[in-house]
């Protein structure tokens, strides 16, 4: 996993404020919660700015933090804790690729392999034109369809790497391959089709 | 009251205990990090794993264990041992083995705990994490390798002080404590330090000064502002190397203000060693008995009348005491201890304490707070008032500066034109004291050192009377350590006397020709250059500079002494170190004085003073006790002018000589103070 940082004051932008759009969606999350309970709605706060924005800014910290009547470092200390959230100007597509035990024991190795050598950059860099990010990630909660590949809000499951290079290559050409599994399987059921329960709306 | 064994003793605690202090209250010592009694409950480090029947077969976390009739606590069993030697394998696993060069060496509670209830070698072999230091400010210092995440710190800023500033980045193995880079804003920063149960925040003024074993500690208290805060003097060959608070449950609780704990530096630097008298226009070295004799001989050669004497804000009960004597002896009626020209009543002692005593607030459920900041002006007291308002919801109310006191506070308004709202019940917040059961009414020096300061005394003993019952709802937040002794003692202007501004004014239009300044420094030296000036002090500040003679004397941490706090409750200083070279204690020094003008006063020794001294005055005999005042009328009812009320704190880090002569004050300033509200001359 990769260590916590917080962007150089260079990129830090100095203001952060939702746009309408945003928050209107803001006052749906907080209002969600009883009055003085409003705290609460933070990580969906933190979420809309880095919807908003692309990643976690200090001013975005700053904005929600006054919103909610908290201090910053406790802010902070909920962005810190949570790999989703990106605190550093990464690329436009967030490639998120978990290596959790699951995830390795069914070949995350060739799936962080494949990416590296696709995209040209390790975990935690953006390529060059800012395009994409790749970042390693605990368990996506996914381990039924283990291994992972998240880019931005879509899994890619059961992949290996000639399918993520596959879904790398899609994404490279503008395009958005579909979301689920690569292999022939519906969601989580087995691979192959069902294999029991076989006869459920058939004749009998 | 559940009852419940522990090791086979029977033990009932009170509801609500925890078993780990059932376990305390069985004579059980319990290892632990970060649990703290002052501080909520984190459970985080383990290490107060005891073995609990009944409950699920593993060992439980005592210090977030609700206590439980008929339960049995085992802390020597196997499973208990053999739990605590794990945790602190786990501890150690990241902490480095730095002991021989970190500060916290001898007295750090992780050395003390791994010898105790640690393995003797370590099985790991893997590379430890190492942690970049943070910057917290300038007291701080961070070596973050050897924190183990107890979390204490963070705590401490976010419930005692109110200044949530530090917390926990990242998590598992990434976890790190931090500020943000931000130094630690709060006055009460230091005590983060003594909190730290390992050597990841220690302090940066005393880094690498002295290991714990070799200190001499002297148990004293502290002068740097009213609340007499219960202090440790630690030194070694003759200097102060740091000051540490003492558990004093109904003054400091164990707190202590930064102030108190890092001006100390300055007692080393500016200090007067030896007699000093002006000759040809110069300041010039002098003998005692040549200084001694200019100054008697100058005032047996004055008209009583033109003579003054101002005590200053740390002088001690004895030195008053003495000095009074030699000036009721000459006949002087012009003196006074009110240096800021507070308008207090001497004549009745509720009107100028705090009659609820320190602790008093955290009963209260209505406080209303008159011209006083106390978060700069008693910042250990001012954390009481937040105690107050997270436990009971204590409402406060202020009248004055508009300042962040750390706890939500009611803003009522500038000055006394709110304060009349207040007083004849057409404010909201009179409905807020009157339906209040114990409101508490506390007026600062802010509100008092003014041309109409005893009106405004007078409004809020009115206030007093009507909402709080008059004594038991009135107090008074002083903010020098000598004021109330010396009222105590009648170091006020007698029959047709002069106050402090009058001696000054008088001194500046040469109606007063002879000013003896003891330890006076909040003055405007500048009325001074007409006056033959005699300075009696241990700094060479403000005072010292208008002197014609300066008598060097001992600073607090330099004398055993007397002084009275803001509740009115005398306590001892005592000596942990000589004063440097030829200077004196106080006492001796204006008691050589009056042998030099021929009329020696009638004790020899500090006992036979402190007997006179306690005749005179019972309650300063009285150490440690709170005597209960008789309430009666103060204050001179009167126009008020309708200019805001002011904290006298303008800078909390240069309210005296000492913490003007400290380094670590002006760095304080520097780093942790905005610009605008920096040190000028004229502050204090």
């Not at chain 2, 917040?429 to 041309?451: C, D, M, W, Y």
């Not at chain 2, 309650?619 to 009328?633: K, M, P, R, S, T």
Request: aromatic share 6%.
């Amino acid at each position: 996993m990769s260590h916590f940082r917080i962007a150089d004051d260079a990129d830090q932008p100095k203001t952060f404020a939702f746009t309408p759009d945003y928050q209107a969606r803001v006052d749906r999350e907080i209002a969600k919660y009883p009055e003085g309970k409003q705290q609460s709605a933070v990580m969906a706060l933190l979420d809309l700015s880095q919807r908003q924005h692309g990643w976690v800014t200090r001013a975005a910290v700053a904005h929600i933090a006054d919103m909610l009547g908290m201090a910053e470092i406790r802010v902070w200390e909920v962005v810190s804790f949570y790999t989703m959230y990106r605190t550093t100007p990464g690329g436009r597509i967030n490639v998120h690729v978990c290596t959790t035990t699951p995830c390795w024991l069914r070949g995350s190795d060739a799936v962080t392999a494949a990416c590296k050598s696709k995209l040209g950059i390790g975990f935690g860099e953006s390529t060059e034109d800012g395009q994409f990010a790749l970042h390693e990630v605990e368990c996506l909660g996914a381990c039924v369809n283990a291994p992972i590949l998240q880019v931005d809000d879509d899994y890619y499951e059961d992949v290996d790497g000639p399918a993520t290079e596959a879904i790398l290559d899609a994404l490279l050409r503008g395009e958005t391959p579909t979301p689920g599994p690569q292999v022939e399987r519906q969601t989580s059921a087995p691979v192959g089709g069902a294999t029991t329960l076989q006869s459920v709306g058939g004749d009998d | 009251m559940p009852k419940l064994t522990v090791d086979g003793i029977e033990v009932e605690v009170p509801p609500g205990s925890t078993v780990l202090q059932a376990c305390e209250a069985a004579g059980k010592e319990i290892p632990r990090f970060c649990y703290h009694q002052r501080l909520s409950i984190a459970g985080n480090c383990r290490m107060c794993l005891v073995e609990v029947k009944p409950g699920p077969p593993k060992p439980q976390a005592s210090c977030a264990l609700p206590a439980a009739d008929n339960q049995e606590v085992f802390t020597d069993s196997p499973m208990t041992v053999k739990a605590r030697k794990g945790v602190m394998e786990m501890l150690l696993i990241n902490h480095p083995l730095d002991c021989p060069i970190c500060d916290q060496g001898g007295e750090c509670d992780l050395q003390d705990q791994a010898l105790h209830y640690g393995a003797d070698t370590s099985r790991y072999a893997e590379v430890k994490r190492a942690v970049q230091d943070k910057y917290m400010g300038p007291l701080i210092k961070t070596i973050m390798t050897r924190c183990i995440h107890c979390t204490r710190c963070v705590r401490f800023v976010d419930e005692v002080a109110g200044v949530p500033t530090i917390g926990a980045l990242g998590r598992s193995g990434d976890m790190e404590i931090t500020s943000l880079e931000q130094a630690v804003a709060s006055e009460l920063s230091g005590n983060v330090i003594d909190l730290c149960p390992v050597g990841a925040l220690t302090s940066k003024p005393y880094a690498f000064n002295a290991r714990p074993w070799e200190l001499t500690k002297t148990e004293s208290v502290d002068v740097h502002d009213a609340m007499g805060s219960a202090i440790r003097v630690d030194s070694r060959s003759g200097e102060v190397l740091r000051v540490l608070p003492r558990l004093n449950e109904d003054v400091n609780e164990e707190w202590l203000g930064d102030k108190s704990r890092f001006a100390m530096d300055g007692l080393k630097r500016q200090r007067l060693d030896r007699p000093y008298v002006r000759k040809e226009g110069k300041l010039q070295a002098a003998s005692w008995p040549e200084a001694l004799q200019t100054v008697a001989a100058k005032l047996k050669a004055t008209d009583a009348a033109k003579i003054g004497a101002i005590v200053g804000d740390m002088a001690d009960c004895e030195s008053v005491f003495a000095l009074k004597g030699v000036l009721d002896g000459l006949g002087v009626t012009s003196m006074d201890c009110r240096q800021d020209g507070a308008a207090i009543d001497p004549s009745c002692r509720a009107g100028y304490i705090l009659n609820t005593g320190l602790a008093g607030v955290e009963d209260a459920d209505a406080l209303l707070l008159i011209g006083t900041n106390p978060r700069v002006e008693a910042p250990v007291w001012n954390a009481r008032i937040r105690k107050s308002w997270l436990e009971n919801g204590l409402k406060v109310g202020v009248i004055g500066e508009n300042a962040d006191l750390t706890y939500p506070a009611t803003y009522l308004g500038a000055g006394p034109q709110t304060l009349n709202e207040v007083a004849n019940g057409s404010h909201d917040f009179a409905k807020v004291l009157e339906g209040a059961e114990r409101p508490l009414i506390v007026v600062g020096q802010g509100a008092l050192s003014r041309v109409d300061g005893a009106a405004v005394l007078a409004a809020a003993r009115v206030i007093a009377e009507k909402y709080a019952g008059g004594r038991d709802g009135f107090g008074m937040l002083h903010t020098a350590a000598a004021r109330v002794g010396a009222l105590d003692l009648g170091f006020v202007p007698g029959e047709d006397g002069r106050d402090t501004a009058g001696i000054l004014d008088g001194a500046a239009s040469g109606e007063m020709e002879v000013v003896f300044l003891l330890g006076a420094d909040e003055i405007d030296p500048a009325k001074l250059t007409n006056a033959f000036v005699v300075y009696q002090g241990h700094h060479g500040d403000r005072g010292a500079h208008a002197a014609d003679v300066i008598l060097p004397a001992a600073a607090y941490t330099e004398k055993d002494a007397t002084y009275v706090n803001t509740e009115g409750r005398a306590q001892r200083a005592y000596r942990a170190i000589f004063p440097p070279g030829e200077a004196r204690e106080d006492w001796a020094i204006v008691r050589a004085l009056s042998g030099a003008l021929g009329a020696p006063l009638p004790f020899d020794t500090l006992e036979a003073l402190r007997t006179a001294m306690g005749e005179a005055v019972p309650y300063l005999d009285a150490v440690g006790a709170l005597a209960e005042a008789e309430w009666g009328d103060f204050g001179t009812a009167g126009d008020m002018a309708d200019t805001p009320f002011a904290s006298p704190v303008r800078n909390y880090y240069h309210t005296n000589a000492i913490a003007r002569a400290s380094e670590t004050m002006a760095r304080c300033i520097e780093e942790l103070l905005p610009p605008a509200t920096e040190a000028t001359g004229t502050d204090g």
